[in-house]
């Protein structure tokens, strides 16, 4: 990574660096792709209502261990010249979206290990709660903090895209 990140700055065009990033995003994409296809051939949907509770549960810790993590720690990681406002705060609590890595990471299990179709399963509630709940309403989020904290860093492209 720093040799990539040093020859980036030192070997590469600025066309060259976009090409590169292009194909890592491209790659990125098909992985992500894949990993959802195989999700797709594991899941059986009326699974995800017979592990709902636990689904549930599972959101709830995650949702609460962000929310320790992140308004735990900025405080700490605030600096007096670059505080870490409250809506950023909000901002890197919610928008923490769990993918194609952690269903990867599940699926990845051996077949025989115990409780292998229970851990896919809720894997995959809390991916779906994530994408579906937290995707979609991170961009309202974003409208809503950007009209009460006008310095939002990056707030005015969201809301008035080019």
Known sequence: MVLGNYGRRTGMSRSTSKYVDAFWEYAAFVVSSLVFLLIGLQVQLPLLIKYAPQIGI???????SRFIVVFGLCPFLSRKNAPISHAWRLLLFWGALRGSLSMALALSLPIEFQ??????????????????????????LIRLLARTNPGLLGAREILDPV
Do not use: H, K
């Open 115 to 140: 409780g292998r179709e229970q851990l896919i399963i809720i894997t995959f509630g809390v991916v779906l709660f994530t994408l579906l709940v937290q995707g979609l309403t991170i961009e309202p």
């Open 58 to 64: 599972a959101i709830m810790a995650i949702l609460v």
